[in-house]
């Protein structure tokens, strides 16, 4: 009975008309494959980019992406009135180290051994030209770091008795600590000196140097932590402050606490992410992990007893969430396009394989076979081409990258197994229903009115789903954490892109009709020929939103790249400031001077401009306090630098008497032009700024308050140039030698930038996709032309019977493809732009750029020339391969038989 109930297959008349039209059927197998590579292999690179891009950003935040737990020492009062000393301070870090692993349970894998650390408090050291500060450390990871000791000896404990109680009040309790060979050096101290310190409040305090070290292994992680143990750290303390270290033990760690107050003295445990191990999802429950624990860590009613945790981990990964949400974004927004051309080609290939196959399903049909059964035989064809071809594309991606996003094989795969059957089934269906074309015209018109009013239906259909999709992308974005699905926000450009087509495709017959009408009123036969070829050639649907389609996604996919590289120069820019930044130390300003004289002698320099730049100064605007980046530079020379690179001008500041003049920038609208805000300098009365204009962001801060230092310095405010702006070829060169400072090249910035794990994969995306686009948009051409070329060739080879000669013909066969080419070589890369204008703001691109808002659209010229070109070409290689194919053909045959 089930045999009976399911449709008979004749299976040689499948394997027949599989090695009949065995071309067609493995270039639609081909394109399957082709787009299962990389609709199945770029999601998965994108998780594992995502991966390279939290280990990255550990890396890089250093110690602000460390798991950090403090507590607080025992009491340690006395029964004398006094402060007893500990001699086991270093076992109450071991303990706190061993509850931590504990309360961290399974999550201490993804975590570094831990680095144990108590440090003192800051110290001034007195004398010297230089601000200095002074801070005592004891660091230990799984044990004390190994150090050879050059001089001197290790710290010993300064009390003849181990638990010693010492009075509150007396002489400051002496303190041995070990001094790194480096830091030696530069105080001009050694072992048994004391070095002279006093505290924050003017208190002074005994320092002495048991000895000078130097670290077995620099690269030891316990060193990490307090690396201005080994080397001294300018700017560690505030602008200008170079900060040294003194090394603790664990013997001599007791004597520190009895030095300071008891809260002077941390008590820390430091987890560093190992950054080798680290995923997203698992870099986020740690976090998570971490955060609640420092919810429900708190203070106890003992000292010591509760952990405090602390971790700016999430913040990092915050950032990094942002930006692997955008990549996901546009991932899907070009594999959207690159499918939604699939489509349409593979529904093209199916049309032209039923136009191939109407004689044989027609003949079928008149023999008896039924619509289901011919449907049946061609599902199964379509079902194990596709089947096959999906595997083998499935098998590429999975050796590309370790695995296969199914999900978005599904378009392709369901189009290539329907259309074939699909497109067979309605040819053999109209090729032989008895159904007449009603005599009556206004049937006839009422018949055809249906079919138009059904057509603008689907096409309205569509233009709404783009507008919708349009909307859903500006309103919330693409990104996967904006709650609901990213699907309809990312088609949005594939959606406008046919939508863009529809309309061409509505308004090419109106211009193919008008130039046949002014062809019928030339002398000249071959326009004629060739107009009439091109009217009648506009009427196919498929070909136009194909090709459109695909010249205006590759543009946007170009179009998108070229943006991203822009954006990441101009981003470079702006957080250099020049080609080359010089951080200087604090130096003499007449030492200032004679290395910009220098720099700017040097070979290939076009500006040196010195400045002073604060990156957090305090201003008050409106009666409240911000922190802003504060930027004093001759406004002038700083003028002409911009004005020789592509950075927008800067407005000149004028000189007045009264409030000082200064230009602001606020990426968030918190500073205007006409602002007033009071600049508080030290040890003098505040000085009042007033906003004349605005500027462009210098700096990656979003405030920037940037004034004249002729202007400030006559104001009360001196100017110390601590930066160098230097431009030209060789301003890299020129910075780089300059000793002591800190440098910046711009074009390093840029490289690095370009080179992270998500920016570099996000624009071989881009190209990938815009190849991939333009591919099967030229396939998609050469379809179209084969599908009428066995009638456009009879035409032309009758027409030759009366007198047309070849390259005649060949110029009417070209007049017939030049229609459909050109409407993709220019209405494609004009659409294509205006999606780009459209939906490239909500992507987030300044996420990647490192620009404070979106960056700038690009239009890559030397690409839409490309697209243009690229179907344009097309035509005569197509007419020439058809004239090839073509020149064999006898004209009796043509004229017996009917058929080219």
């Known amino acids: 009975m089930i045999r009976r109930l399911l449709p008979a297959v004749h299976w040689p008349s499948v394997r027949g008309r599989a090695r009949a039209d065995a071309g067609p059927l493995t270039l639609a197998a081909v394109v399957v494959a082709a787009v299962t590579v990389l609709a199945g292999s770029v999601p998965v690179l994108l998780t594992k980019t995502a991966d390279q891009a939290v280990r990255q950003a550990v890396r890089t935040a250093g110690e602000q992406a460390d798991v950090q737990v403090r507590s607080d020492w025992e009491y340690d009062d006395g029964v004398s009135g006094g402060r007893v000393r500990d001699p086991r301070s270093a076992e109450e870090l071991d303990s706190l180290r061993d509850r931590a692993l504990d309360q961290l349970g399974p999550l201490r894998d993804q975590l570094a051994p831990p680095i144990e650390f108590a440090g003192g408090p800051y110290l001034k050291i007195l004398g010297g030209s230089e601000p200095r500060s002074f801070r005592l450390a004891y660091v230990a990871g799984t044990s004390e770091p190994a150090v050879t000791w050059i001089s001197g000896a290790a710290p010993r404990s300064s009390a003849e008795q181990p638990d010693s109680e010492v009075p509150y009040t007396g002489d400051p309790w002496p303190v041995q600590a070990g001094i790194s060979e480096t830091a030696a050096a530069r105080l001009g101290i050694g072992p048994g000196d004391r070095l002279q310190t006093e505290d924050v409040d003017g208190n002074p305090c005994d320092v002495r140097v048991s000895g000078v070290f130097r670290p077995v292994d620099r690269d030891d992680l316990a060193w990490q932590v307090a690396p201005w143990l080994l080397d001294p750290q300018p700017g560690a303390d505030g602008p200008g402050i170079t900060r040294f270290g003194g090394l603790l033990v664990a013997e001599s760690l007791p004597d520190a606490r009895l030095a300071f107050d008891i809260d002077d003295v941390s008590l820390t445990v430091r987890f560093r992410p190992d950054a080798s191990v680290l995923t997203l999802d698992s870099a986020e429950r740690l976090a998570a992990a971490v955060l609640t624990l420092k919810a429900t860590s708190g203070s106890s009613a003992g000292r010591g007893g509760a952990a405090q945790w602390t971790t700016q981990l999430d913040r990092v990964l915050r950032d990094v969430r942002e930006r692997v949400d955008a ?67 499935a098998l590429i991606a999975w050796a590309v990258a370790g695995g296969v996003a199914w999900g978005w094989l599904l378009p392709a795969g369901v189009s290539a197994v329907l259309a074939g059957p699909g497109f067979g089934m309605v040819t053999a269906y109209r090729a032989t229903r008895d159904k007449r074309s009603p005599a009556n015209r206004s049937a006839r018109r009422w018949a055809e009115r249906t079919g138009a009013l059904r057509r603008l239906t689907a096409e309205l259909a569509v233009a709404a789903a783009a507008a919708i999709a349009v909307t859903v992308l500006h309103q919330r974005g693409a990104s996967p954490s904006a709650g609901g699905t990213v699907l309809l926000p990312a088609s949005a450009p594939a959606l406008g892109a046919l939508t863009g087509a529809l309309l061409l495709l509505r308004l090419l017959p109106v211009t193919t009709g008008l130039a046949l009408r002014q062809a019928l009123k030339s002398t000249r036969p071959l326009a004629v020929f060739g107009a009439a070829r091109a009217a009648f050639a506009a009427r196919r649907v498929l070909p136009v939103l194909a090709l459109v389609s695909s010249a205006a996604l590759a543009t946007f996919a170009l179009t998108l790249s070229g943006t991203v590289g822009a954006g990441l120069a101009d981003g470079a820019w702006r957080s250099v400031g020049a ?206 032309a084969a599908a009428g070329a066995p009638e456009r060739w009879q035409t032309l080879s009758r027409l030759r019977t009366l007198g047309l000669r070849t390259r005649e013909a060949r110029r009417v066969a070209a007049g017939e493809l030049l229609p459909l080419a050109l409407v993709a070589a220019l209405g494609g890369p004009v659409l294509g732009v205006l999606l780009a204008v459209l939906t490239l703001g909500p992507l987030g691109l300044r996420l990647f750029t490192g620009q404070p808002g979106d960056p700038a659209l690009l239009l890559p010229w030397a690409g839409v020339v490309v697209v243009a070109a690229a179907f344009l070409v097309m035509v005569v290689a197509v007419v020439r391969v058809e004239a090839a194919v073509r020149r064999r053909n006898r004209l009796s045959e043509v004229l017996r038989v009917g058929g080219a």
């Open 579 to 784: 080609d080359a930044r010089i951080d200087l130390p604090d130096q003499p300003a007449m030492t200032t001077a004679a290395l910009i004289e220098r720099v700017a002698a040097a070979p290939g320099v076009r500006h040196a401009v010195a400045a002073e730049v604060t990156t957090a100064t305090p201003v008050v605007v409106g009666g409240a306090s911000r922190q802003v980046r504060l930027i004093v530079v001759d406004s002038a020379a700083y003028r002409v630098l911009l004005a020789g690179s592509a950075r927008p001008p800067l407005p000149a500041l004028p000189a007045t008497a009264g409030p000082v003049p200064v230009l602001v920038h606020s990426s968030e609208g918190t500073l205007r032009a006409g602002d007033t805000m009071d600049l508080k300098a030290e040890g003098a009365p505040a000085v009042t700024l007033t906003a004349v204009a605005t500027t462009d962001a210098i700096g990656d801060t979003g405030d920037v308050v940037l004034a004249d230092a002729a202007t400030l310095t006559a104001a009360g405010v001196p100017m110390v140039p601590n930066t160098i702006w230097v431009t030209g070829p060789g301003a890299a060169a020129a910075a780089e030698t300059t000793a002591g400072a800190n440098v910046v090249a711009r074009t390093d910035v840029l490289r690095e930038r370009r080179d992270a794990p998500l920016v570099a994969g996000l624009i071989r995306l881009a190209w990938a996709s815009a190849f991939t686009l333009l591919a099967l948009g030229l396939l998609g051409f050469a379809l179209d």
């Open 327 to 393: 990549a996901q974004a546009q991932a899907s927004v070009l594999l959207s396009a690159v499918l939604l051309v699939t489509v349409l080609i593979l529904l093209l290939a199916a049309q032209l394989l039923a136009g191939r196959r109407a004689a044989a399903l027609t003949v079928a049909r008149q023999r008896g076979t039924s619509i289901v059964a011919l449907g049946t035989e061609l599902l199964l064809e379509s079902v194990v081409l596709t089947v096959a071809a999906t595997v083998v594309g």
